[in-house]
Nanobody
Framework: QVQLVESGGGLVQPGGSLRLSCAAS????????MGWYRQAPGKEREWVAT???????KYADSVKGRFTISRDNGKKTVLLQMNSLKPEDTAAYYC?????????WGQGTQVSVSS
């Protein structure tokens, strides 16, 4: 059974930074694309960023230039460095990854941006 576990969420003031981490565990033969999504209260889940197995990255326009996605294949981890946070970044953030050619989600970690 493969699991994805996020950590690093919390409360931060506008303009602040947070780093989210998502670690994959279990019997893992391959890890493909990894990414982050978020869901604000009353809204649909939206894509935030993706990093491929070749470490190419893509970002939603709303976070481009402020967020950085990276991965550590040895540690089976994907990170999301979030800078210059805004109140509209408040959401539950979910890790998504293709592991052993199956798509999976983490349980989510809450990010709240407020003064």
């Amino acid at each position: 059974q493969v699991q994805l576990v996020e950590s690093g969420g919390g409360l931060v003031q506008p303009g602040g930074s947070l780093r989210l981490s998502c670690a994959a565990s279990g019997t893992i033969f391959s890890i493909g694309d990894m990414g982050w999504y978020r869901q604000a209260p009353g809204k649909e889940r939206e894509w935030v960023a993706t990093i491929t197995s070749g470490e190419s990255t893509k970002y939603a326009d709303s976070v481009k230039g402020r967020f950085t996605i990276s991965r550590d294949n040895g540690k089976k981890t994907v990170l999301l460095q979030m800078n210059s946070l805004k109140p509209e970044d408040t959401a539950a953030y979910y890790c998504n990854a293709w592991i052993n050619r199956q798509n999976g989600w983490g349980q989510g970690t809450q990010v709240s941006v407020s003064s």
